[in-house]
């Protein structure tokens, strides 16, 4: 099909290369940048951008009028501003920060809680615990972004104390404080670098500033291997063995009384494969 313009190499190409017959006139580099601008615009019609984009570009070098309107048609058109990533949903309920205390509660009268299929970053999720006999410690795991896209998990010690019927609830003032843990379980499942080869590290330890009645006198935490089934508090000459009941091998200890102990990993055939001393300064009574 004929078009009526022509390109030397058969092709749109700038303005002094084209040559429009229906006005009878040849547009060179002296045509009037008016010119250039109606060519850029049948061009454009036409689908041919770059044409188009030439023609004009050889009427702002020209020294047009205008010209600042010409280059902003001439630049490439926005993007599609990039989707908002959806806000997370809500945790379920048992896993919801918001409701970390009275889970906490049903941890030590039932257990611990399964994991669901998927873990957030968002989640608060129970990991361990240790039950004495007027207090008690549940671990939990949380994360914290210091900085922007990089959450770093935290252990949460939350403590309780028995009441006189016999359950379980938090003292009149709650302590609730943390400590780093050693391991992301969200990005990296299964992971055993931080144990540096051992069936046990500690992760940290505090002590009660004075004793006080339902409240534990000190906590320590720490990560194990899968070796390790069994976990003990030996102290004062008594061993207080129980199963090592935990999520990702998380574990907490806490004890009433101060005084150094020693915690004690066996394995499955109850042999001795860890043990960490606890050396706490006595708190006042």
């Not at 030397?8 to 060179?28: F, K």
Request: with cysteine; charged share 20%; hydrophobic share 35%.
């Amino acid at each position: 099909m004929r078009t009526g313009l022509r390109t030397r190499h058969r092709s749109w190409g700038t303005c002094w290369r084209a040559r429009e017959t229906w006005p009878g006139r040849r547009l060179t580099t002296r045509t009037r940048p008016t010119r250039c601008f109606q060519l850029g615009q049948l061009l454009e019609s036409r689908g041919d951008i770059d044409g188009a984009h030439a023609a004009w570009q050889q009427a702002i070098d020209a020294g047009c009028e205008g010209a600042d309107y010409w280059r902003e048609r001439m630049s490439p058109a926005p993007g599609e501003p990039p989707e908002a990533a959806p806000y997370p949903p809500d945790p379920p309920p048992q896993f919801n920060p918001g409701n970390l205390v009275r889970t906490g509660i049903d941890v030590l009268e039932y257990g611990l809680l399964p994991l669901p299929d998927v873990l957030t970053y968002e989640m608060a999720i129970p990991v361990a615990y240790w039950k004495a006999e007027q207090c008690a410690v549940v671990l939990v795991l949380q994360f914290f972004g210091f900085r922007p896209g990089e959450p770093r998990p935290i252990a949460v010690r939350v403590t309780y104390s028995r009441a006189e019927d016999g359950t379980w609830k938090p003292p009149a003032h709650t302590a609730i404080f943390g400590g780093g843990f050693s391991h992301d379980p969200i990005a990296d499942p299964g992971s055993q670098r931080d144990l540096g080869g051992s069936a046990m590290v500690c992760g940290g330890s505090s002590w009660g500033t004075e004793i006080t009645p339902g409240y534990p006198a000190v906590i320590a935490t720490g990560r194990a291997s899968p070796e390790v089934r069994y976990l003990a508090v030996v102290k004062d000459g008594h061993e207080d063995r129980r199963p090592l009941k935990s999520h990702f091998g998380a574990w907490v200890v806490c004890a009433e009384q101060p005084g150094p102990f020693d915690v004690v990993g066996f394995n499955e055939s109850g042999n001795v494969v860890a043990r960490i001393a606890q050396s706490v300064r006595a708190p006042r009574r």
